[in-house]
């Protein structure tokens, strides 16, 4: 009898998309058996490929905007605009970690300009509700150049405006939201996050992702001030204490600003798209899950599209294979959370940027394994 498989796997990012890396992990599932039933979902946690994960789900269109790169540079942007009324926009798009060469100088200057450009184009559009993926930004700057983007002023102590991106963060003495687009206070807001950091502390933004941006790792105690004080700010102006709040840290801290300045609320990205494209339904009658992203370490445990998806199909009793970039060695807590096997497409030597271009090579054959493995499983039954 033919397998029935669903492949929901994440991008495997600056790779492939969702949608490629299931084309590839079906090839491989053919391999073992050529007759059997594969299911692709698209899927994302609030980073790169939230957009299409929705829009393939519900009826909308995409809009392009041309918006100021995190470096400056202009960049063209994409959202989606769903007919009923919802703006789906990623910060990836505007202001992504690929858009910057990640040297210190970037890291520091980099602003999230970009993303506000993004939202008040969809507040033009009339969009009755706002989501926001906050996964896969190149900043660190607490979200201070999305406030300038929506009208706020970052004053210094002589009352002049400071730089952007973390480096400005320094110098900020004053927030004067005078100005600040009306709109914000009417829309509702939703984050979609992939993780859960506070804004600052051991587990913040600047210390947690600042060094994956390009920040001095020496540098981080000194950085991670920065941001407490911009936190503070945040604080005493809008008067939502918002610091500790899980996934604040979200984005370089760009979730502490939106929860601040226009009362977003987070939410689990996974989560929101798992519904939209109705993942327990599809789960129904299959006999493997196949999962994925680029890379699985201790934080896919906290709001990544592996575990978000083992965790729907436990309670289905499906069991899942993880196929992935590569993986460290610390996966209790994705074990824990019902995946079964994780299968590395790194399988000899070979420098990162080979790794990423050979994904047609070895997804195929990390899938192949998945299967085989789960084969083997269930002949010993």
Not at 180 to 198: H, K
Request: with cysteine.
């Amino acid at each position: 009898m033919s397998l029935s498989v669903l492949v929901a796997s994440d991008s495997f990012k600056g790779s492939a998309s969702s949608r490629t890396i299931a084309e590839l992990v079906e090839r491989g599932v053919r391999r073992v058996d050529p007759d059997a039933r594969v299911f692709c979902l698209p899927i994302a946690d609030g980073g790169e490929g939230t957009i299409d994960a929705l829009l393939a789900a519900r009826s909308g269109r995409l809009r392009h905007l041309e918006v100021r790169g995190p470096l400056g540079v202009p960049v063209d942007a994409r959202y989606a605009l769903l007919d009923d009324g919802c703006a789906v926009l990623e910060a990836a798009e505007a202001i992504g970690i690929g858009l910057s060469d990640r040297s210190p100088a970037s890291a520091l200057a980099a602003s999230s300009f970009g993303l506000g450009q993004l939202l008040l184009d969809a507040l033009d559009q009339d969009a009755r509700r706002v989501l926001v993926g906050l996964g896969g930004s190149a900043t660190s700057d607490g979200g201070a150049g999305l406030a300038k983007a929506l009208g706020a002023r970052l004053l210094d102590r002589y009352g002049m405006p400071v730089e952007e991106g973390l480096a400005g963060l320094v110098r900020v003495e004053s927030l004067d939201v005078s100005g600040l687009d009306p709109r914000l206070g009417e829309v509702d807001m939703e984050l979609l996050l992939d993780v859960t950091n506070p804004l600052v502390g051991s587990a913040g933004a600047v210390r947690v992702f600042g060094p994956q941006k390009g920040l001095d790792p020496r540098e981080l105690d000194r950085y991670d001030g920065w941001m407490s004080g911009w936190g503070e700010l945040l604080h005493r102006v809008c008067s939502r204490d918002v610091a500790a709040v899980e996934g604040a840290g979200a984005a370089g801290g760009l979730g502490a600003c939106l929860m601040a300045l226009a009362d977003a609320r987070p939410g689990r990205g996974i989560e929101l798209v798992l519904d939209a494209v109705g993942i327990d339904q599809a789960l129904a009658g299959v006999d493997l899950v196949i999962t994925g992203e680029g890379r699985m370490d201790a934080q896919s445990a906290c709001g990544k599209a592996p575990v978000g998806v083992a965790r729907r199909a436990k309670a289905q009793g499906k069991p899942v294979v993880a196929v992935v970039g590569s993986c460290s060695d610390e996966l209790e807590a994705a074990y824990a959370q019902g995946v079964d096997l994780v299968v590395p497409c790194v399988h000899e030597p070979c420098s990162l940027e080979d790794c990423m271009r050979g994904v047609e090579r070895s997804v195929p054959f990390a899938a192949e394994s998945a299967v085989r493995a789960f084969l083997l499983g269930r002949s010993a039954v």
